[in-house]
């Protein structure tokens, strides 16, 4: 515990570990929480946490050498985890981990809609235009990120809505209310996921009562395999694009995976049973900036 004679202590003061443990661990003791896209960089991240604040959580991706090593550390660090490979475009594919999610656990909780990403194809690049927009891979990037999103709530809110009791976090974007050049599919899944999130959590506290929430998370720019080439060079410094993204966020950096833990933790807990229909922005300022 804390010793305010000792000077040591002074520079170090922590929770001592029973005090620490008994904070953490019982925030999520006995929920059972689904994450779609469980092995990227931030839902992995995500993942690790829950399971460390006590959470039973179910990983679902779709590479299992990923997902068998996502659990592995997850369980090496005394957690509780298991892996499913899943397609979240695929309703076949998402029932049947329904059953083997209900098999293993008996419910379902939480549901973490964080399967998504962008498609090359689904951009105007800077010497194209709208007339160049390849359009089969639009609909590819709508249907990883808006479909994959529906699709998911509506095989495992199955399970909620018979228990009258669930909760829903979806992941929408900055590129929301401030659309980047380029990205035209990927932001305009994200905005209607937005707008779902809030639909979807009218709908279900309406009709099956205040137990059923629903809210997104709203990330900034965070460094992943996805967007990495886009904002950094080989060397490791910025592109131009990636200068850009730092100039406008007054923090002056992009975010670490583990900054979004706390956001989805408390949406996870009962800590927020009043949050629905809410979207939570980490971002380092970046929607608050106007650049001037």
Not at 251 to 256: T, Y
């Amino acid at each position: 515990m804390y010793d305010n004679t000792s000077e040591e202590s002074l520079k170090t003061y922590t929770f001592a570990p029973d005090l620490k443990h008994h904070l953490t661990m019982s925030k999520l003791k006995d929920k059972v929480i689904v994450i779609t896209g469980a092995t990227g960089v931030l839902c992995r991240a995500i993942a690790l946490n829950l399971a460390e604040n006590g959470a039973t959580v179910v990983c679902l991706a779709r590479k299992k050498e990923a997902g068998d090593a996502l659990v592995k550390e997850i369980t090496d660090k005394g957690g509780k985890a298991y892996f499913f490979t899943t397609d979240v475009t695929d309703i076949e594919k998402l029932k049947k981990n329904r059953e083997e999610i209900l098999a293993t656990c008996g419910t379902i909780d939480v549901l973490i809609n964080g399967a998504g990403g962008n498609m090359p194809g689904a951009n105007v690049l800077p010497d194209q235009s709208l007339l160049d927009l390849d359009l089969d891979e639009l609909r590819k990037a709508i249907d990883l990120n808006l479909y994959g999103t529906i699709y998911p709530t509506q095989i495992f809110s199955e399970v909620m809505i018979r228990n009258k009791k669930g909760n829903i976090i979806n992941f929408t974007s900055v590129t929301v209310d401030r659309p980047m050049t380029r990205v035209i599919g990927y932001s305009s899944a994200k905005a209607a996921i937005a707008n779902f999130t809030k639909w979807l959590a009218v709908e279900f506290a309406q009709k099956y009562g205040d137990q059923m929430r629903v809210n997104a998370i709203r990330p900034g720019f965070y460094l992943t395999e996805q967007n990495r080439s886009l904002l950094t060079n080989p060397d490791g410094s910025l592109t131009e694009r990636g200068g850009k993204i730092i100039n406008m966020t007054p923090m002056g950096r992009m975010g670490r995976p583990e900054e979004l833990c706390g956001a989805v933790l408390y949406l996870c807990s009962d800590d927020s049973s009043f949050m629905n229909g809410q979207t939570i922005t980490v971002d380092g300022g970046f929607e608050t900036y106007s650049g001037v």
